[in-house]
């Protein structure tokens, strides 16, 4: 839906009469100023400056433009799938960091209004064979914590925003044996990231690996996984907040590991389908299927648990992996997360402000004064309906509002 004629970059706009979620509560009857790009004001219906075009927000519900915490982009394709879904940041962690780079423009990463921004781990830290190396491109790994300063180093001189760490060492009960970093190297990447002030996210796949994660000290944990004690240890919610770590549960992605078809309930909606290209239809349609359906119920309570006693949980749905497509499955995972116990609200906090903060991207994720006019517009109230998300009016990068049908119809004509 185009809403304003050609409205481009840096133009100006109120949306008006507009429930907010600025990304940690909501506001009811509220409007929103936006000049060149920003957000300059959040103030009560009806009272912002006139004279600039009016965007009627009733009925309808103003969110930051969501935040995937957990992708592995290969394109501005990618970028540009996220967006057409309100997906206005994704974080990447893995990917060779010429692509990365290739993908951002501009200062400090910023880039242009046709697809969500990037921001990029580059190369996940592993090693030799380990998790990661089967991905089509050769990444430089590590044998021994001497190593780590340099390979940090090495992955900051690349562009590297964060630091990424494959960590399985130590088994997962005899399903998979894969090479892996050992616990002194995993120790030494998180001190050697930390020395320069970059934020290391660790992998890994079992409660064991988990608990050497963060005795290292790494700032969050980019997955729960299946395997360990059918109860969660009380334990672990403790540490995890001692030490001031987030968790990135990844659900969506888990499920296609127990065969739960994820993405099936993605392509079943017409919301979401109608912005599918036939190779997300085909990615979505398939599960990784390593482990059993009921070795799911546990990353479930364990999110619950993890969020009842106040663990910061980010939204990120592993894209790329089987059973899920760029953008699309934000929204599923939203809805796993709000199945899983969150509240619509708290799921909403995950894909917007939670991940904004943890990631120390402070120029967005809310609706404040100053802030980047990323910026989506539904049908509804997600703050009840979680799935009200899906019902996307506009979406802004920058304050300027991407024509998603058109996008759509012109790259579907392209490239299919
Ligand atoms: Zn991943």
């Known amino acids: 839906m185009i809403l304003l004629p050609a409205l481009g970059r840096g133009q100006d706009f109120i949306v008006d009469h507009v429930r907010v979620f600025d990304g940690a509560r909501t506001i009811e009857h509220a409007s929103v100023l936006v ?7 959040v103030g009560p219906a009806g009272r912002l400056a006139s004279g600039i075009p009016v965007i009627d927000g009733s009925g309808r519900t103003l969110l930051p433009g969501l935040i995937d915490a957990h992708t592995h982009i290969q394109s501005r394709l990618d970028l540009q799938k996220s967006l057409v879904f309100g997906v206005t940041t994704d974080i990447s962690l893995h990917m060779p960091p010429q692509s990365a780079n290739e993908l951002k423009s501009g200062p400090h990463g910023a880039t242009t209004g046709d697809h969500a921004d990037l921001r990029s781990a580059g190369y996940a830290a592993t090693a030799p064979g380990g998790d990661g190396t089967g991905y089509g491109f050769s990444v430089p790994t590590l044998t021994n914590s001497s190593q ?3 390979w940090v180093d090495d992955r900051i001189a690349e562009g590297s925003e964060f630091i990424k760490i494959m960590y399985e060492s130590g088994g997962e009960y005899g399903r998979i044996t894969r090479p892996s970093i050992d616990k002194p190297t995993l120790v030494a990447i998180v001190a050697a990231a930390h020395r320069r002030g970059k934020l290391p996210s660790a992998h890994m796949h079992t409660d064991k690996q988990a608990f050497d ?4 000290g790494a700032d969050g944990l980019a997955h729960l996984y299946l395997y360990g004690n059918d109860e969660v240890d009380p334990q672990f919610s ?3 907040l001692a030490h001031h770590m987030f968790v990135i549960p990844t659900l969506t992605v888990l499920r296609s590991a127990c065969g739960l078809s994820p993405g099936q309930a993605i392509i079943d909606d017409s919301r979401l389908r109608k912005y599918l290209f036939p190779e997300d239809v085909t990615l979505l349609q398939r599960n990784i299927a390593r482990a059993s359906p009921s070795d799911c119920a546990r990353p479930r309570s364990a999110t619950a648990a993890l969020d009842s006693r ?3 949980i980010l939204a990120g749905s592993d894209q790329h992996n089987a059973g899920t497509a760029a953008g699309a499955s934000i929204h599923g995972e939203l809805a796993l ?3 899983a116990g969150l509240t619509p609200l708290q799921a909403l906090q995950a894909a917007t402000s939670v991940p904004a903060k943890a990631f120390r991207l402070m120029d967005r994720g809310r609706i404040a004064p100053g802030l980047r006019a990323d910026l989506l517009l539904v049908q509804g109230n997600p703050t009840v309906d979680i799935y009200a998300t899906r019902n996307i009016v506009a979406v ?4 300027a509002e991407f024509d998603r049908d058109a996008w759509f119809n012109q790259v579907n004509t392209e490239i299919h």
């Open 35 to 41: 000049r060149a790009g920003k957000i300059v004001a």
């Open 148 to 150: 780590a300063q340099d």
């Open 213 to 216: 994660a963060i005795d290292a």
């Open 238 to 240: 403790q540490r995890l």
């Open 310 to 312: 106040g663990v910061p």
């Open 337 to 339: 997360l709000v199945e």
């Open 396 to 399: 802004w990068k920058d304050g």
